[in-house]
């Protein structure tokens, strides 16, 4: 998950993102399936924060997977007159940029809060 980070941060390709999401939905899925030999509340603390992260990425992939949907939509329309479906496509990645933000906020707040190295102790403390 945490090697796809920085990939994420650039934005330059969406498929950073998109594998930092699905890393993160499987630690998710290693935190539950072990939850048992955590302590209870280090362990909603750090399953609080996992989900943080996964729904920040997931806003942004979100829009990506519409986006593109939308604009192979356009390339296959045989009408002439695509204004609306271009606005739409324009507006679609301005929520995006926007989602993007708040995801790059979380991604920075958590790194200030040293969550790498925090989630890294919990896991060879606790194990």
Do not use: C, W
């Amino acid at each position: 998950m945490i090697s796809y980070e920085e990939g994420t941060l650039l934005g330059d390709n969406i498929e950073y993102l998109h594998n930092m999401r699905v890393s993160s939905r499987r630690v998710q899925a290693m935190l539950k399936i072990f939850r048992g030999a955590f302590p209870p509340k280090k362990f909603m603390d750090e399953y609080k924060q996992i989900r943080l992260l996964i729904r920040s990425l997931g806003e942004v992939r979100d829009y990506d997977v519409f986006i593109k949907r939308l604009e192979e939509f356009h390339k296959e329309s045989i009408e002439q007159d695509n204004r609306a479906l271009d606005m739409l496509i324009i507006r679609k990645k301005v929520e995006r940029d926007n989602k993007r933000k708040v995801l790059v906020k979380t991604i920075n707040d958590l790194n200030r809060l040293g969550y790498k190295e925090n989630f890294m102790r919990f896991i060879t403390e606790n194990l």
